[in-house]
């Protein structure tokens, strides 16, 4: 039987969508979904996202990486910030990182009435897909957005998502289609597509001239990351 499909754009919508029984994809491909793919990828032990700086702060340096960011920037006594280009195999193997970004690190807390909450960027696309295929799950593409704002990457993001689940997957939902439309017009060219994106904008402004390229390199670390017991763990 097919399964639901339905695509959250903003975290102001996620009220809207009742959670109980789905699994939860949540998305920020700039950066921290793509920042977490890559560091468990990469071999880090484990990966505990976080809320607030304070919080991050609060745990012990000498067991935890402190990482994350505010406004795309590595916040003050952090040890990394949020670029997936920081987390090689070489400095984060064996470690245990927390993690807090500006919007990818709450919109986690927020799905967590779900079944299931996975984690996806176009690191592990084809293997967010696949496992969507085989689940019985209905699910829910979660877009993270910028401080509650529809962004294109996200959105587009779900649209690859969305065109690889045709055939198991229904839906009746303007907001898939316009996830959808997205698809149809930049995936020819992503990057270019995404170089109009307003989170661009904001790397350009802050010299950041690599990261939009890196969380573009599909299935760079094809990892199904799942949320269990207050950590982010590769399965
Ligand atoms: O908002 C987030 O969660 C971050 O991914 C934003 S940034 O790319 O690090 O600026």
Redesign the pocket.
Known sequence: MQKSLEVVLSPLLLPLVDLTGKTVVVI?I???TSTICAALNNGAKSLKPVVSTEEALSYNKNEYCIAG?R??EKAPGFDFG?SPREYSRELIGGKKIVLT?????KCIHASLDADEVLIGSFFNLDAIITYLRNSSNDAVLFC?G?KDRVNLEDTLFAGYVAEGLRETHHWDSDEVEISLNLYNKASIDPISFLRNAS?AK?FERLGNTQDLEVCLEFNAHPIVVKYADGELVGI
């Open positions: 920020d700039l950066r921290a960011e406004n795309g949020n970004t500006t919007n990818g690190t993270s910028w989170h904001r």
